[in-house]
């Protein structure tokens, strides 16, 4: 039996989470012995009814970096692994390591097998951000990149791939390839059709993302005061954690009333199904899950042409609805103008669609470490 594991930072909601425990579930039913190690033991994510998922006995991955930790971690990971074979009876034959910490740990691993490093954001918007916080910052993160170097990379979209590809000149890199998220679309149809007593009657546009820089909630919240001057019956639903972070922006846009943030949802296709359109402001992203999902969903959106991902889930349905980054004035012209005239998505228009299925992405990756 092929025994292969994925390692993964954390289980904390995120996009990459997501797409990790939907390939588990895809090696599994194609009888491959499949495991996720997850590096700390942060997560939200409903587990209990996986099996093979393992967690590292740290809090966190924070300061992965330093040679301590990163040491301990290291260790570790290489315990766990070995608890693998000896409960499988098999040897592990190849990693995929998914964000930047699990690379690290990866990279560092003594094991001369497949290795296999999944990026999920794009490059040059990561490191432009970094930079702009402070040179620390820049530098640790360039460091964490660089266990890239001459590595096998998969990345979650072509224009990533073609980012990281473009970086040669301080990332030299071994083999860079796409391999487009999965997603399961029977299932996610199945899940939109719950009920759910906490969607609101009203008409509402959805957001759906972490409160990071790259989302920009700011330029969200500003659109979506220009949306209530014309439609004033529209709520905006945000599916996040309201942290303080989110209350300073709720508080400065004075959007508490017009704002309903019911949490974390580990079924969110229901609310994705039953609002108007979903909104995206990202300044850069991979391969944003939730576009697709919203797609699937039936759910037309209205997203910047951020770097990278937009553009390649538009191809074919929603060209017309990408808009500039950093400009909520154009993004707030374009929910209007979805609100009043909403728009039918035609599937089989649909570019991405076969790129996206849980067979394809399966065979690609099993091919990745032929």
Excluded at 212 to 235: I, M, Y
Excluded at 297 to 324: H, K, M, N, Y
Aim: aromatic share 6%; net charge neutral; hydrophobic share 40%.
């Amino acid at each position: 039996m092929t025994t292969i594991v994925t390692v993964i930072p954390t289980l904390t909601g995120g996009g990459a989470e997501k797409v990790c425990l939907r390939l588990h579930e895809q090696f599994l039913k194609r009888g491959i012995d499949h495991h996720i190690v997850v590096l700390c033991t942060k997560g939200v994510y409903d587990i209990e009814r996986l099996t093979n998922i393992h967690m590292l006995p740290f809090e966190n991955t924070k300061n992965i970096d330093l040679l301590g930790k990163s040491r301990q971690m290291v260790a570790s990971l290489e315990r766990c692994l070995k608890t693998i074979e000896g409960d499988s009876n098999t040897r592990i034959s190849a990693l995929f390591a998914h964000l930047d910490e699990a690379h690290w740990v990866v990279r560092r691993l003594p094991r001369d097998i497949p290795k296999r490093y999944v990026v999920h954001t794009s490059l040059e918007g990561e490191m432009a951000t970094a930079r702009r916080m402070s040179w620390l910052k820049h530098w640790r993160l360039k460091r964490k990149k660089l266990s890239l170097k001459d590595q096998h990379v998969i990345a979650v979209s072509d224009e990533l791939a073609r980012e990281y590809s473009a970086a040669n000149d301080w990332l030299p890199l071994g083999t860079v390839e796409s391999i487009h998220n999965p997603i399961d679309w029977e299932d996610i149809q199945r899940q939109a059709a719950q009920t759910h007593d906490a969607i609101p009657d009203t008409p509402y546009v959805i957001h759906i993302g972490r409160c990071a820089k790259a989302k920009r909630h700011d330029v969200l919240l500003a659109a979506f005061k220009q949306v209530r001057q014309h439609r004033p019956d529209v709520k905006l639903v945000l599916l996040t954690r309201k942290d303080k972070k989110l209350r300073r922006l709720l508080d400065r846009f004075d959007a508490h009333d017009d704002v309903i943030v019911p949490g974390f949802q580990n079924n969110p296709f229901p609310w994705i199904k039953q609002a108007q359109c979903l909104a995206l402001s990202s300044d850069f992203e991979g391969l944003p899950n939730v576009l697709v999902e919203s797609v699937v969903c039936g759910t037309p959106f209205v997203s910047t042409r951020c770097q990278c991902g937009p553009t390649e889930i538009a191809e074919g349905i929603l060209e017309d609805w990408l808009v500039p980054m950093n400009d909520p004035n154009a993004l707030a012209e374009r929910l209007v103008a979805m609100l009043n005239e909403p728009v039918t998505i035609d599937h089989d228009q649909w570019a991405l669609r076969d790129k996206v299925t849980p067979e394809y992405a399966v065979n690609r990756y099993l091919e990745s470490i032929q």
